[in-house]
Protein backbone atom coordinates (compact mmCIF):
# COMPACT_ATOMS: atom_id res chain seq x y z
CA UNK A 1 0.00 0.00 0.00
CA UNK A 2 1.85 3.12 -1.21
CA UNK A 3 0.62 6.88 0.27
CA UNK A 4 0.72 10.04 -1.76
CA UNK A 5 2.43 12.71 0.15
CA UNK A 6 1.24 16.26 -0.07
CA UNK A 7 3.92 19.31 -0.73
CA UNK A 8 4.38 21.29 2.53
CA UNK A 9 3.70 24.49 0.60
CA UNK A 10 0.21 22.17 -0.41
CA UNK A 11 -0.24 22.18 3.08
CA UNK A 12 0.43 25.55 4.39
CA UNK A 13 -1.74 26.86 1.42
CA UNK A 14 -4.70 25.00 2.40
CA UNK A 15 -4.68 25.81 5.74
CA UNK A 16 -4.20 30.07 5.25
CA UNK A 17 -7.12 29.53 2.91
CA UNK A 18 -10.11 30.62 4.24
CA UNK A 19 -13.99 30.55 2.02
CA UNK A 20 -14.61 32.71 -0.07
CA UNK A 21 -17.51 34.30 1.94
CA UNK A 22 -15.05 34.91 4.22
CA UNK A 23 -12.48 36.20 2.02
CA UNK A 24 -14.65 38.81 0.79
CA UNK A 25 -16.07 39.71 4.15
CA UNK A 26 -13.19 40.70 4.89
CA UNK A 27 -12.23 42.07 2.05
CA UNK A 28 -15.37 44.70 1.84
CA UNK A 29 -14.56 45.48 5.21
CA UNK A 30 -11.09 47.08 4.53
CA UNK A 31 -12.35 48.70 1.42
CA UNK A 32 -14.93 50.32 3.14
CA UNK A 33 -12.56 51.40 6.13
CA UNK A 34 -10.54 52.78 3.38
CA UNK A 35 -13.20 54.67 1.60
CA UNK A 36 -14.44 56.37 4.79
CA UNK A 37 -11.69 57.08 6.55
CA UNK A 38 -8.95 57.53 3.74
CA UNK A 39 -10.40 57.90 0.28
CA UNK A 40 -13.47 60.31 1.15
CA UNK A 41 -11.63 62.94 3.51
CA UNK A 42 -9.04 62.77 0.49
CA UNK A 43 -11.59 63.57 -1.94
CA UNK A 44 -13.31 66.34 0.16
CA UNK A 45 -10.05 68.31 0.53
CA UNK A 46 -9.96 69.05 -3.21
CA UNK A 47 -13.87 69.00 -3.30
CA UNK A 48 -13.84 71.99 -0.60
CA UNK A 49 -10.61 73.55 -2.10
CA UNK A 50 -11.43 74.22 -5.90
CA UNK A 51 -15.38 74.62 -4.74
CA UNK A 52 -15.07 78.86 -5.76
CA UNK A 53 -13.06 77.58 -9.34
CA UNK A 54 -9.19 77.44 -10.37
CA UNK A 55 -8.47 80.86 -9.90
CA UNK A 56 -9.68 81.34 -5.88
CA UNK A 57 -7.86 78.06 -5.58
CA UNK A 58 -4.70 79.33 -6.83
CA UNK A 59 -5.48 82.81 -5.50
CA UNK A 60 -5.22 81.13 -2.12
CA UNK A 61 -1.98 79.09 -3.11
CA UNK A 62 0.23 82.25 -3.96
CA UNK A 63 -1.13 85.13 -0.86
CA UNK A 64 1.85 85.67 0.56
CA UNK A 65 1.07 84.57 4.34
CA UNK A 66 0.60 80.86 2.28
CA UNK A 67 3.86 81.27 0.64
CA UNK A 68 5.46 82.54 3.37
CA UNK A 69 4.37 79.19 5.27
CA UNK A 70 5.45 77.20 2.33
CA UNK A 71 8.87 78.57 2.45
CA UNK A 72 9.15 78.10 5.83
CA UNK A 73 7.87 74.67 6.11
CA UNK A 74 10.38 73.57 3.62
CA UNK A 75 13.56 75.38 5.60
CA UNK A 76 12.56 73.40 8.23
CA UNK A 77 12.42 69.96 6.61
CA UNK A 78 15.11 70.93 4.37
CA UNK A 79 17.37 71.36 7.90
CA UNK A 80 15.64 68.53 10.24
CA UNK A 81 15.72 66.14 7.39
CA UNK A 82 19.95 66.09 6.13
CA UNK A 83 20.80 66.48 10.20
CA UNK A 84 18.07 63.43 11.10
CA UNK A 85 19.90 61.22 8.19
CA UNK A 86 23.15 61.60 9.48
CA UNK A 87 22.34 61.03 12.81
CA UNK A 88 19.96 58.21 11.82
CA UNK A 89 22.83 56.35 9.45
CA UNK A 90 25.09 56.58 12.37
CA UNK A 91 23.03 55.52 15.41
CA UNK A 92 22.06 52.81 13.56
CA UNK A 93 24.95 51.45 12.32
CA UNK A 94 26.11 51.74 15.92
CA UNK A 95 23.52 49.72 17.29
CA UNK A 96 23.69 46.97 14.45
CA UNK A 97 27.39 46.61 14.03
CA UNK A 98 29.07 47.22 17.08
CA UNK A 99 28.85 46.22 21.24
CA UNK A 100 29.19 49.49 23.53
CA UNK A 101 27.98 50.40 26.52
CA UNK A 102 24.75 51.97 26.67
CA UNK A 103 23.26 50.87 23.53
CA UNK A 104 19.70 49.88 25.20
CA UNK A 105 19.92 53.73 26.38
CA UNK A 106 20.39 54.57 23.19
CA UNK A 107 17.97 53.09 21.37
CA UNK A 108 15.46 54.48 24.40
CA UNK A 109 16.00 57.75 23.29
CA UNK A 110 15.64 56.99 19.67
CA UNK A 111 11.88 55.48 20.34
CA UNK A 112 11.29 59.15 22.77
CA UNK A 113 9.55 60.65 20.37
CA UNK A 114 7.27 57.94 19.79
CA UNK A 115 6.12 58.10 22.90
CA UNK A 116 6.27 61.82 24.02
CA UNK A 117 3.15 63.73 22.75
CA UNK A 118 4.57 66.75 20.15
CA UNK A 119 2.62 69.22 22.31
CA UNK A 120 4.37 68.11 25.77
CA UNK A 121 7.92 68.25 23.36
CA UNK A 122 7.13 71.74 22.14
CA UNK A 123 6.13 72.69 25.26
CA UNK A 124 10.04 71.33 27.13
CA UNK A 125 11.41 73.38 24.37
CA UNK A 126 9.38 76.25 25.98
CA UNK A 127 10.18 75.71 29.58
CA UNK A 128 14.00 75.61 28.63
CA UNK A 129 14.60 78.38 25.82
CA UNK A 130 11.51 81.06 26.75
CA UNK A 131 11.91 84.29 27.97
CA UNK A 132 11.13 82.50 31.55
CA UNK A 133 12.86 79.48 30.93
CA UNK A 134 15.54 77.83 32.28
CA UNK A 135 18.04 79.46 29.45
CA UNK A 136 15.62 82.37 28.68
CA UNK A 137 17.47 84.95 30.25
CA UNK A 138 20.83 84.25 29.25
CA UNK A 139 19.57 83.93 25.76
CA UNK A 140 17.84 87.10 25.64
CA UNK A 141 21.10 88.57 27.48
CA UNK A 142 23.24 87.36 24.50
CA UNK A 143 20.59 88.56 21.93
CA UNK A 144 19.24 84.67 20.67
CA UNK A 145 16.03 83.57 20.39
CA UNK A 146 14.70 80.42 19.82
CA UNK A 147 11.04 79.73 20.79
CA UNK A 148 8.85 81.63 18.64
CA UNK A 149 11.40 82.23 15.80
CA UNK A 150 12.27 79.71 13.12
CA UNK A 151 15.46 77.85 14.84
CA UNK A 152 12.40 76.96 17.44
CA UNK A 153 10.13 75.27 14.81
CA UNK A 154 13.80 73.68 13.44
CA UNK A 155 14.35 72.47 16.63
CA UNK A 156 10.92 71.10 17.46
CA UNK A 157 10.86 69.63 14.13
CA UNK A 158 14.29 67.72 14.32
CA UNK A 159 12.86 65.80 17.42
CA UNK A 160 9.71 65.01 16.37
CA UNK A 161 11.56 63.18 13.32
CA UNK A 162 14.55 61.96 14.22
CA UNK A 163 13.53 58.58 14.95
CA UNK A 164 12.69 57.71 11.40
CA UNK A 165 15.68 56.86 9.39
CA UNK A 166 17.29 55.00 12.11
CA UNK A 167 14.37 53.09 13.18
CA UNK A 168 14.31 51.93 9.15
CA UNK A 169 18.20 50.86 9.22
CA UNK A 170 18.44 49.34 12.20
CA UNK A 171 16.65 46.11 11.93
CA UNK A 172 18.20 46.06 8.65
CA UNK A 173 21.74 46.22 9.33
CA UNK A 174 20.87 43.83 12.44
CA UNK A 175 19.19 41.29 9.90
CA UNK A 176 22.61 41.46 7.39
CA UNK A 177 24.94 40.97 10.07
CA UNK A 178 28.44 42.22 10.10
CA UNK A 179 30.13 39.06 7.88
CA UNK A 180 30.48 41.21 4.71
CA UNK A 181 32.34 44.00 7.18
CA UNK A 182 34.77 41.40 8.78
CA UNK A 183 35.37 40.44 5.35
CA UNK A 184 36.26 43.84 3.75
CA UNK A 185 38.13 44.20 7.21
CA UNK A 186 40.22 41.13 6.36
CA UNK A 187 41.10 42.11 2.62
CA UNK A 188 42.56 45.50 4.41
CA UNK A 189 39.72 48.18 3.78
CA UNK A 190 39.68 50.86 6.99
CA UNK A 191 36.54 52.07 8.51
CA UNK A 192 35.57 54.45 5.89
CA UNK A 193 36.36 52.53 2.96
CA UNK A 194 34.20 49.60 4.38
CA UNK A 195 31.01 52.15 4.89
CA UNK A 196 30.73 53.20 2.20
CA UNK A 197 31.58 50.01 -0.40
CA UNK A 198 29.83 47.79 1.57
CA UNK A 199 27.64 48.74 4.60
CA UNK A 200 25.54 51.68 2.82
CA UNK A 201 25.37 49.84 -0.13
CA UNK A 202 23.11 47.11 1.41
CA UNK A 203 20.99 49.46 3.04
CA UNK A 204 20.38 52.52 0.56
CA UNK A 205 16.63 51.57 -0.09
CA UNK A 206 16.10 51.92 3.74
CA UNK A 207 18.09 54.62 3.65
CA UNK A 208 15.79 56.53 0.69
CA UNK A 209 12.36 54.94 2.51
CA UNK A 210 13.42 56.56 5.74
CA UNK A 211 14.33 59.50 4.64
CA UNK A 212 10.50 59.79 2.75
CA UNK A 213 8.87 59.30 6.09
CA UNK A 214 10.70 61.67 7.98
CA UNK A 215 10.50 64.25 5.41
CA UNK A 216 6.40 63.58 5.23
CA UNK A 217 6.79 63.51 8.80
CA UNK A 218 8.84 67.23 8.84
CA UNK A 219 6.04 69.14 6.54
CA UNK A 220 3.04 67.81 8.37
CA UNK A 221 4.15 68.10 11.84
CA UNK A 222 1.62 70.26 13.61
CA UNK A 223 1.64 69.76 17.71
CA UNK A 224 5.09 70.56 18.57
CA UNK A 225 5.41 73.65 15.95
CA UNK A 226 2.40 75.01 17.18
CA UNK A 227 3.92 75.32 20.54
CA UNK A 228 7.27 76.85 19.97
CA UNK A 229 5.75 79.01 16.75
CA UNK A 230 3.92 81.83 18.38
CA UNK A 231 1.30 81.59 15.25
CA UNK A 232 3.09 84.94 13.78
CA UNK A 233 1.56 85.26 10.32
CA UNK A 234 4.28 85.18 7.49
CA UNK A 235 6.49 84.60 9.85
CA UNK A 236 6.43 81.77 11.79
CA UNK A 237 3.79 80.13 10.57
CA UNK A 238 3.92 76.38 8.54
CA UNK A 239 1.81 74.83 5.93
CA UNK A 240 -0.34 73.26 8.89
CA UNK A 241 -0.58 76.28 10.89
CA UNK A 242 -1.77 78.70 8.67
CA UNK A 243 -4.62 75.82 7.44
CA UNK A 244 -5.05 76.28 11.12
CA UNK A 245 -5.58 80.15 10.99
CA UNK A 246 -7.50 80.28 7.48
CA UNK A 247 -10.37 77.68 9.00
CA UNK A 248 -10.54 79.14 12.13
CA UNK A 249 -10.97 82.68 10.37
CA UNK A 250 -13.85 80.63 8.11
CA UNK A 251 -11.93 81.21 4.96
CA UNK A 252 -12.73 77.78 4.15
CA UNK A 253 -11.95 77.27 0.23
CA UNK A 254 -8.10 78.71 0.96
CA UNK A 255 -7.78 76.50 3.92
CA UNK A 256 -8.95 73.63 1.70
CA UNK A 257 -6.62 74.80 -0.89
CA UNK A 258 -3.67 74.86 1.45
CA UNK A 259 -4.44 71.97 2.82
CA UNK A 260 -4.63 69.98 -0.44
CA UNK A 261 -0.67 70.88 -0.46
CA UNK A 262 -0.47 68.74 2.31
CA UNK A 263 -2.78 65.88 0.62
CA UNK A 264 -0.29 66.21 -2.33
CA UNK A 265 3.09 65.33 -0.27
CA UNK A 266 0.68 62.38 1.36
CA UNK A 267 -0.19 61.06 -2.24
CA UNK A 268 3.23 61.54 -3.13
CA UNK A 269 4.83 60.06 0.13
CA UNK A 270 2.68 57.02 -0.30
CA UNK A 271 3.31 56.58 -3.71
CA UNK A 272 7.28 57.15 -3.75
CA UNK A 273 6.68 54.21 -0.71
CA UNK A 274 5.04 51.86 -3.06
CA UNK A 275 7.72 51.98 -5.04
CA UNK A 276 10.62 51.49 -2.55
CA UNK A 277 8.88 48.65 -1.13
CA UNK A 278 8.57 46.95 -4.93
CA UNK A 279 12.18 47.78 -6.07
CA UNK A 280 13.14 45.98 -2.06
CA UNK A 281 11.05 42.87 -3.11
CA UNK A 282 12.50 42.57 -6.59
CA UNK A 283 16.51 42.90 -5.49
CA UNK A 284 15.49 40.29 -2.28
CA UNK A 285 14.22 38.20 -5.04
CA UNK A 286 17.30 39.03 -7.62
CA UNK A 287 19.69 38.36 -4.58
CA UNK A 288 17.90 34.67 -3.25
CA UNK A 289 18.27 32.87 -6.71
CA UNK A 290 18.62 29.41 -6.16
CA UNK A 291 22.10 28.56 -7.34
CA UNK A 292 22.03 27.90 -11.31
CA UNK A 293 19.14 29.49 -11.84
CA UNK A 294 19.90 32.26 -14.44
Known sequence: MTTQSIPLATKTDAALTEPKPVRWLL????????????????????????????????????????LAAIRLTLIAAGIAVPLNLVF???????????????????ITLIDLPFSVSPVISGLIYVLLFGLQGWLGPWLKA??????????????????VTFPFVARELIPLMQTQGTEEEEAALVLGANGWQ?????????????????????NARAMGEFGAVSVVSGHIRGLTNTLPLHVEILYNEYNFVAAFA?????ALLALF?????ALLERK???????????????
Open 27 to 66: TGLALTFLALFLFVPLVAVFVQALEKGVDAYWAAIIEPDA
Open 88 to 106: GIAAAWAIAKFKFRGKAFL
Open 142 to 159: HDIQLIFAVPGIVLATIF
Open 194 to 214: IFFRVTLPNVIWGVLYGVILC
Open 258 to 262: VASLL
Open 269 to 273: TLVAK
Open 280 to 294: VRQEVKTTTKPIGVE
